[in-house]
């Protein structure tokens, strides 16, 4: 199995439209950072999570055109914006409806979003091929994507939740700054973590900071756990000189192997 990472950037990406880099070294390539979304696949099987506003980008960048279903941790826009493409993309790509895997609570906040896209009787010409294929699921509850087994679990994001997942041993956590306690199974004896570290310090409670992401990685102590989620706060060469080892920041097209 191989994650790739196609944005590791916070919510505006690095650096903020406009061209402002805050604290990161603009002339450090790994300081650009697109928003945030991983692709995770094998042999037979692509699963995206989430739709960046990226998305386009990413999609060339990583020469993605063909994808077995899209997985959607929760519904703020710079988790699910790219989904504006999805017609053109499969209709081009694939002609076929997209399977996408998400709770209700969020397919209702992307609808709410997309309300004249995927409407037949608002926009007759969205009603071929390209549209989503909702397959509802539940935290705790383990589902298949072609032959990944995906084991989604739940976490608190501010005043909403977020769902993390775990594929084999691999575990993705955007977005969150705390975990219920029915969640830490699926964060022990994991070979790989992904996990939020918006900023260095805490300025947004719905997510988490770095001491915060290290005192997780030192409770649930993963094999080798890299930081995402990272605003103009996070440089790559300061901060990587303050983590532990076996802690890395994650970086724009890092590909990890499982
Ligand atoms: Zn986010
Ligand atoms: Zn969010």
Known sequence: MKV??????????????GGSWGKCDPNNPKNRRLSPSILIENEDTRLLVDMSPDFKQQAE?????????VFFTHAHADHITGMFHLPIFMAHYQNCNLPMYTDRFTRLGI???????????????YSGPGRPLWNEIMEYHDFKVGSLDVKPFMQEHGRIHSLGLRVGNFAYSTDVNDFPEESYPYLENLDVWVVDCNCVENTDKSHSNLEKSLGWI????????????????VDYDTVSAMLPDGVELAYDNLEIKL
Not at 4 to 17: C, E, F, H, W
Not at 63 to 68: G, P
Not at 223 to 232: S, V
């Open 111 to 125: 609808e709410k979003l997309w309300w004249y896209m995927f409407h037949e009787t608002i926009s007759p010409e």
């Open 4 to 17: 790739t990472i196609l944005g590791s950037g916070s919510a505006y990406g690095v650096p903020y439209a």
């Open 218 to 233: 030192e409770k649930f102590k993963p094999k080798k756990a890299y930081l995402c989620h990272l605003d103009y706060t």
């Open 61 to 69: 960048r990583h020469k993605i055109t063909l994808l077995d279903g």
